[in-house]
T-cell receptor
Framework: SQQGEEDPQALSIQEGENATMNCSYK?????LQWYRQNSGRGLVHLIL?????REKHSGRLRVTLDTSKKSSSLLITASRAADTASYFC???????????FGQGTRLTINP | GAGVSQTPSNKVTEKGKYVELRCDPI?????LYWYRQSLGQGPEFLIY????????DSGLPNDRFFAVRPEGSVSTLKIQRTERGDSAVYLC??????????????FGSGTRLTVV
C-alpha cells in the first residue's frame, strides 16, 4: 500500500523556473525522504528530513516538513533540463523500519 | 563494490517458470530491501533483511515469492510458477540502517522481469 501521495502527478516548467512538489502521508513518521528516478530504473536518494526538523537544504533543493498537516514539499530552484525525472517521497513510519513510497511526480524541464 | 549491483538487468521468462534475481549490496550495509515497481507507480515494498534474517516480509504478495540472504551480504529473490502479473522492475536497495540510526537507501538499477 502507498502511504504518501504526491501532488501534482505531473509538472512541466521552463528551464530556470522553480519546481515545487508536495507529498502528503497518513501515519506518524520517524523521517521522510525524497528520491529521484530517471528512466524508470534505480532511485537516487536526495534528502532526508527527520520528524523533529521543519526545513532542510541541499544545494538547489529545499525540503519542508509539517508534521501537524502530515505533509512535505520539495522545492527545486533554478531548474535545469537535467532535473527532468520522477520524484518520490518516502516515509519511514514509526515502528516500520522500512520506507513506503508515494506514486511520484513526473517533472519535465523544457529548455 | 561502489554501488548496489543487480543481475540480470533484464529477464524474460515463460509463464510457470522459476526465476532468481540477485542483489549484491554495498559492502558493510547491514540492511537490504527488495521493492517491486510497475510502470507509472512508486516502488512497492516486498521484504527487508537486517543481516541474515528477514526482519519484515509483509510485502511479499504470496508464497510463490521467497528471498534469502544466507551470509548477510548477497540476497536472492526467488519467484516460483511465475505469472504475467509478476512482470515489473524489481529493485534492491541497501543501507547502513540499524536500530536508532537511519540513513538513505542506495538503490541498484533493478531487474526488469517480463513474464510471457
Amino acid at each position: 500500500s502507498q502511504q504518501g501521495e504526491e501532488d501534482p502527478q505531473a509538472l512541466s516548467i521552463q528551464e530556470g523556473e522553480n519546481a515545487t512538489m508536495n507529498c502528503s502521508y497518513k501515519t506518524s513518521i520517524n523521517n521522510l525522504q525524497w528520491y529521484r528516478q530517471n528512466s524508470g530504473r534505480g532511485l537516487v536518494h536526495l534528502i532526508l528530513i527527520r520528524s523533529n526538523e521543519r526545513e532542510k537544504h541541499s544545494g538547489r533543493l529545499r525540503v519542508t516538513l509539517d508534521t501537524s498537516k502530515k505533509s512535505s514539499s520539495l522545492l527545486i530552484t533554478a531548474s535545469r533540463a537535467a532535473d527532468t525525472a520522477s520524484y518520490f517521497c518516502a516515509t519511514d513510519a514509526v515502528g516500520a523500519q522500512k520506507l513506503v513510497f508515494g506514486q511520484g511526480t513526473r517533472l519535465t524541464i523544457n529548455p | 563494490g561502489a554501488g548496489v549491483s543487480q543481475t540480470p538487468s533484464n529477464k524474460v521468462t515463460e509463464k510457470g517458470k522459476y526465476v532468481e534475481l540477485r542483489c549484491d549490496p554495498i559492502s558493510g550495509h547491514t540492511a537490504l530491501y527488495w521493492y517491486r515497481q510497475s510502470l507509472g507507480q512508486g516502488p512497492e515494498f516486498l521484504i527487508y533483511f537486517q543481516g541474515t534474517g528477514a526482519a519484515d516480509d509483509s510485502g511479499l504478495p504470496n508464497d510463490r515469492f521467497f528471498a534469502v540472504r544466507p551470509e548477510g551480504s548477497v540476497s536472492t529473490l526467488k519467484i516460483q510458477r511465475t505469472e504475467r502479473g509478476d512482470s515489473a522492475v524489481y529493485l534492491c536497495a541497501s543501507s547502513l540502517n540499524r536500530r536508532g540510526q537511519v540513513y538513505g537507501y542506495t538503490f541498484g538499477s533493478g531487474t526488469r522481469l517480463t513474464v510471457v
